[in-house]
């Protein structure tokens, strides 16, 4: 099969199965051709379902579905479950575990007749900024094999990237699409909280965790967007209402007299220069195409961090809570004699990694009797500051934005036995988070180091179309659609 189909983007791959100049189980095909060249090297992908991609591309084939995404390829978080396809979420807890059922928006790409090639490699339970976490081995940046594709989605961004699959989706808690997306050139979207069904997607922070698009375009991501987007009944957090109109938005591009509020907060030390001057250079470009363009402060943000790793943690101690060696995956101790208390200490004691049990301490400590007001109240009180420095913000201009992350993509290795360093990683990311928000990271260029720079922008809850206004009007100045063609080193 001809390598060129992996380098398509999703609306040129669309178009020729549409045209019948080309198969969709040709482009599959062709995929994962390319999967089998390169995963080993970049284990992006933890499990490949060779024969539930094929099947789909037949039906795409046999003209059973139809749609603007029709027979595009997809590389699948391993954090949204597959009916009787393996999901373990990065988790040695989950081996072996079959979900008896599919997550709302793999239904809902299915009718698109989008192609899932496989199940993507995060950190455990998308814990993490660069899926060192992963208990299956780190994933690794196509633009430099030493460095991290970011996380915990760094699987989807590294296949999306890497020219493994055309699209991706990610789930961002506190970032986990953005940074990988920044990290690696690609586009990413944490759509409004609410906006895209959680139903299927395995817990980490349930008042945070939002699926959303990957792409090497605004244009694809946008219309995958619109794909998974949508109120769902059987998710109680889901928003009903119309989905913002991505797609116009991203064909549209025209941000004359929008109003762009530059963060005060997130500029100066601890920026690489490289990041600030394409950073910089980017708002001088969206200015240059008519934007209004102030400087906006938002004096709460730097607490966002804080506050985030006491909610977060919490929820997770509550959501983790459920693997009990009982109902899923793994069973260790299970001797005939041992209780059932003791069979679950032991299966959560070896199926855990180091940093779900760090989360899953600080959280259980957060919310106990006689620490909860001091920590996790405190910090819902912070949630709130931040939601109206976001409401404050909006009532004098459209968007914010900053750069999605402080650094260009560290190296493997770099920051796995500092947990400190490696939380800075979502600094600019996780206030959108805590307020609800859509955000999108898209590339503005490289920095000195030759590495990609993510250009954040920031929307009001449900405006998400002006997210892909703006990363639509950037990437049309800055050709940063043609980014990755300098991904050649595999
Ligand atoms: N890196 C952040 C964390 O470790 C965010 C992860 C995410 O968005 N899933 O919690």
Known sequence: MTPELTRLTAVETAAKIAAREVTAVEVAQAHLDRIAEVNGTLNAFLHIDTDGALTQAKRVDAGEVEGPLAGVPLAL????????????????????????????????????????????????????S???????????????????????????????????????????????????AAVTGTVG????????????????SSSLDQAGPCARTVLDAALLHAVIAGHDPRDSTSIDADVPPVVDAARDGDVSGMRVGVVKEFAGEGYQDGVTVRFEEAVATLAGLGADVVEVSCPHFDYALAAYYLIAPSEASSNLARYDAMRYGLRVGDDGDASAEEVMAATRAAGFGAE???????????????????YYGQAQKVRTLITRDFENAFTTVDVLVSPTTPTTAFKLGERVDDPLAMYLADLCTIPSNLYGGPAMSVPCGLSDDGLPVGFQVMAPVLADDRLYRVGAALERATGSDRLLEQVTNL
């Open 356 to 374: 779900v049990k760090r989360r899953i301490m600080l959280g259980t400590y957060a919310l106990s009797a006689g620490y909860y007001d001091a």
């Open 130 to 180: 660069s899926t060192e976490h992963s208990a299956y081995g780190a994933a690794h940046n196509p633009w430099d094999l030493e460095r991290t594709p970011g996380g915990s989605g760094g699987g989807s961004s590294a296949a999306v990237a890497g020219f493994l699959a055309p699209l991706g989706i990610g789930t961002d808690t506190g970032g986990s699409i953005r940074q990988p």
């Open 189 to 204: 979207t944490k759509p409004t909280y609410g906006g895209v069904s959680r139903y299927g997607l395995i817990a980490f």
């Open 77 to 128: 978080k391993d954090v949204i479950v597959t009916r009787n396809v393996p999901t373990t979420a990065g988790s040695k807890i989950l081996e072996g575990w079959i979900p008896p059922y599919d997550a709302t928006i793999v239904e809902r790409m299915r009718d698109a007749g989008i192609v899932v090639l496989g199940k993507t490699n995060m950190d455990e339970f998308a814990m993490g």
